[in-house]
């Protein structure tokens, strides 16, 4: 019975209180007991228990009496960083409504306001929600003002609650059965599901969460991906409550699981549909596609040896992880290693994080860049993921950069240095509004090489952590760059090769040659350190000579400790690479980000 169904996700700004909330709702429809609570259930990787922050989707069904009828009300959980907005649109697009949270201290942010649009894109209905009622310091009233003006709520709607003590729960829970309309559709058309995630299980291979648009599934029924054209077996099916609990059938308006022995979770798609074998199958459900990685940067094995490892260990993430690419990269520098794309900077740190603590790989991380676009002169368009590829500056027609719309929202005192800091970095004004009293929303386009780096951290720091970013792609521009090329004693390191504004280069070219001097340790010879832009150099330091010898203070005696000292040595000599004769340390890799600031 579609009528007695309610499909929704709480969408918020990160700290909110989202998880606590899902954990409360939990608890006030019976789906878990006090006893087997733990914090925040919904978050179960380990990463995301650490970080605090909700990256999968996930989805649990709660089932309870209402008015002598029973419902079933399905909690999507959404991820709330913008390097999983994609993740975010299909999750929305399975629900029929949306609990917008709003802390009742902070009041709307760059992220509520980003995933309060995308709900509203999606046509859901909005449940505008105060939370953390309790603190001293909440301003539910003037919050509630807020949330009209930037996003047109009826401060009268807002339903307020703590999800902390409990208080207000039992009301929300009403206010989303009698104000979020149930799904629609017709449960004895033919199979429609849409794919909103997957993870992977050990023993079971792909785990795909669907979303029943039309029809029902059942378990043994042969389905097809429609965009991947694959065909599998439903051997389970059901829903989460919130452990995996199989069913006979999922029906219209329902969300679930579905397994079919897929092996890799790089077979299902994100945001495909799901129908019956024949040649009835329904059609594709819209907004599909590809996962679109931003930002890459080399991976190298600091031993050599390691690299076979290493593609293991790759190749284990990538199964968990199908938005995550990799490919074998050769660099004069590093030898050999993968080129990889991450959505974000944030996925590319989890990413990095998970490989540490799994594999006991030491690693050299070249810095990320995100992806160009070169027109060559014979007008053919090269898409470059490492700056070495870019062509010689006399092959290009025109260099395109990645724009992104940003939205920044700050406490009015703030304006002036966080549109210095926009300005510094390019960004072209598009908007400013104010939310509130004392509240205000500006939006420019910058390069989104501006962006990945700092700017978020740079616009807390300037704002006193009040300020809150968020942003979105535009599109590619054509911009005045070039490639800035170093060389360590006269080898270019292809490595250390970045991007940069042609304005900008030779202030960029002193800045991270001086950063370089600085991470280089001395040689027993002269290192000379240039930047230069095809043959032409723009910057220069040098690394005078020096003769270290560990085993030095060593004098007479005991061998085991000279052996000792000689293996500490060799230990810090880790996460090193031999450029020539001159050795490089890790952070030296990462120095190319150094703007001189
Ligand atoms: N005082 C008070 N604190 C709350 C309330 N709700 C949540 N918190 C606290 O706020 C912090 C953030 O809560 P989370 O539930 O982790 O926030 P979240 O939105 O899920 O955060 P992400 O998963 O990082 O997006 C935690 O320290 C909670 O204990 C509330 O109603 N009152």
Redesign the pocket.
Known sequence: MTANIRNFCII???????????DRLLEHTGTVMNRDKKE?ML?DLDL?RQR???IKARAVKMKLKHKGQEYELNLIDTP?HVDFQYEVSRSLACCEGALL?VDAFQGVEAQTMANAFAAMEHNLFIVPVI?????AMARPDEVAEEMMNALGTDPDDCVR?????GFGVDELINTIITKIPPPTGDPNATLQAMVFDSNYDDYRGAITYVRVMAGTVKKGQKIQFVRAGTVHEVVELGQFVPQRQASDSLTTGQVGYLICNIKSLGDVHIGDTVTIVGDKGAPALPGYARPKRMVYCGLFPSDGQEFSDLRDALERLAVNDPSFEFEPETSDALGFGFRCGFLGLLHMEIIQQRLESESNIDLVQTAPNVTYEVVDKRGETIIIHKPQDVPEPGDIAEFRQPIVRCNVIIPGEFIGAVMKLCQERRGIQKNQEYLGANRAMLTYDIPLAEVVYDLHDKIKSCTRGYGTLDYEMVGYEAADLCRMDIMVNGTRVDALSIVCNKADADRRGRAVAKKLKAEIERHMFEVAVQAAIGSRVIARETISAMRKNVTAKCYGGDISRKRKLLQKQKEGKKRMKAVGNVEISQKAFMAVLSDGD
């Open positions: 918020a700004h990160i700290d909110h209180g989202k998880s606590t909330l899902a925040q978050d995301e605090g922050i909700t709330g949270l939370n953390k009622i309790d603190l609650v703590s999800a902390k003590t």
